[in-house]
Nanobody, 124 residues
Framework: QVQLVESGGGLVQAGGSLRLSCAAS????????MGWFRQAPGKEREYVAG????????DYADSVNGRFTISRDNAKNTVYLQMNSLKPEDTAVYYC?????????????????WGKGTLLTVSS
């Protein structure tokens, strides 16, 4: 059983940057595809980014491509989401997920484990 704990959320002004982290425990981190998803108030959860087990390939939703970067450190059992040029519409609870499917399914399919999320608020 894999446990995932996100951190790094907070309040940031539009145009700013922030880095989210997700620490994994209880499993072999390097054997999992990792993904980030988000859910804005009143909206469905949406896919943000995914990364292969080795970190060799990365995938992004169109809405964040060019602004967000997903990375992982298998020695530290941690996946990151660097977010630049933030917009108010990026405001959401951000979740990391671990699974077997690359890229992760847009509905979260193929992802077996989920964290509890961290809140990002982008003010205009």
């Amino acid at each position: 059983q894999v446990q995932l704990v996100e951190s790094g959320g907070g309040l940031v002004q539009a145009g700013g940057s922030l880095r989210l982290s997700c620490a994994a425990s209880g499993g072999t981190f390097s054997s999992y595809v990792m993904g980030w998803f988000r859910q804005a108030p009143g909206k469905e959860r949406e896919y943000v980014a995914g990364i292969k087990r080795s970190g060799s390939r990365r995938d992004y939703a169109d809405s964040v491509n060019g602004r967000f970067t997903i990375s992982r450190d298998n020695a530290k059992n941690t996946v990151y989401l660097q977010m630049n040029s933030l917009k108010p519409e990026d405001t959401a609870v951000y979740y990391c997920a671990a699974g077997w499917q690359y890229p992760p399914g847009r509905e979260g399919d193929g992802m077996d484990y989920w964290g509890k999320g961290t809140l990002l608020t982008v003010s205009s």
